[in-house]
């Protein structure tokens, strides 16, 4: 089969190989083989397209390998730390999408009629992760989940697909993408600022000659958390002793006394160990947006949980913002 002849859609399947594959009749190619293409084409990793379908990095260029031995040439190049398309790869990336979209869909049709009940899955960053963890049992109370289907958070940098089933809700912050069959709304503002223990210092004003700071993974990148951290310690004098990039460590490493670091007002507030160095800048502000395929919205899970996010936000809306 020829590049230009690839399926526009997964087609007739019959069972593969002995390791459980599934082939296109034509007995060319493997429609796993397909997945992992377009997984790592998305993502521009072997590593994060092998944690994305959950397969050793191994296994993912074997499947790379033999897709590219049957379309009859190399549909990457690899450059150092990043994957290209190649011209190959670029021409079939169109088909391989389409065959992935067929796929989701059918996916999401058959979860709708399902009679069994499955979790429903919210991906957000680590800060609304954080957030909503805090107010786990009135969410689990207000969509029935602590009874019925269930929930599950995912914690992640990583924007999962909704429209291949890898999240049923995402929460994002600012970045809402222009594509996709998505529904979207806004449910408010997340205000971030940098706190210490109140014995670190007695005064914040002015300048922070030595005091210490846990900042972000460095970047050069402006406007971002850590390039705003990075400039006003500079500005102000003070120093950065420990780079972390989770807010969980940083947490603990201002509970603990260790510097000052830049944490979301709504958790950094709830510490009574912990006071603001400075009131929340509006360069940090940032809207959060909840998105949700429209094949899935009229779920009655997806729905609960939906208008249980937009009710808890809006409660909450002075303390995420900072004010």
Known sequence: MTAS????????????????????DDGELDWEDIRAFLATARSGSLTAAA????LSQPTLGRRLKRLEEALGGPLFDRLPNRLELTALGRSV????????????????????????????????????????????????AETGADTGTGLTILSTRT???????????????????????LVTRRLGRFGFTLYA??????????????TPVVGLP???????????VDDIVQGRGARIVARLSEL????????????????????????????????????????????V???????????????????LFHRHAEALAGE
């Open 93 to 140: 990336l169109d088909s391989a999408a389409a065959m992935g979209d067929a796929a989701a869909a059918f996916a999401r049709n058959a979860d709708r009629l399902a009679a069994t009940a499955q979790p429903v899955r919210v991906t957000a960053t680590t800060s609304v992760s954080a957030f909503l963890t805090l107010h786990l049992s009135d969410l689990l």
């Open 218 to 228: 460095e970047t050069r990148r402006r406007p971002s958390q850590s390039g705003w």
């Open 197 to 210: 223990r109140r014995d670190l210092r007695d005064d914040w004003s002015g300048r922070w000659d030595g």
């Open 5 to 24: 002849a690839l399926p526009a859609g997964p087609g007739d399947w019959k069972p593969g190989d002995s390791d459980g594959d599934w082939m296109i």
């Open 248 to 291: 969980p460590m940083r947490l603990d490493a201002a509970r603990r006394g260790m510097g000052m670091t830049l944490l979301p007002c709504v958790l950094g507030d709830a510490e009574p160990a912990l006071v603001r160095a400075i009131e929340p800048p509006a360069a940090l502000c940032e809207d959060v947006h909840l998105l």
């Open 159 to 181: 924007a999962l697909n909704l429209a291949q089933r890898e999240a049923d809700i995402a929460l994002r912050m600012d970045r809402v993408p222009a594509e996709g069959d």
């Open 51 to 54: 944690q994305r379908l959950r």
């Open 293 to 311: 395929h429209r094949d899935r919205r009229d779920s009655p899970a997806v729905s609960a949980v939906v208008d249980a996010l937009v009710r």
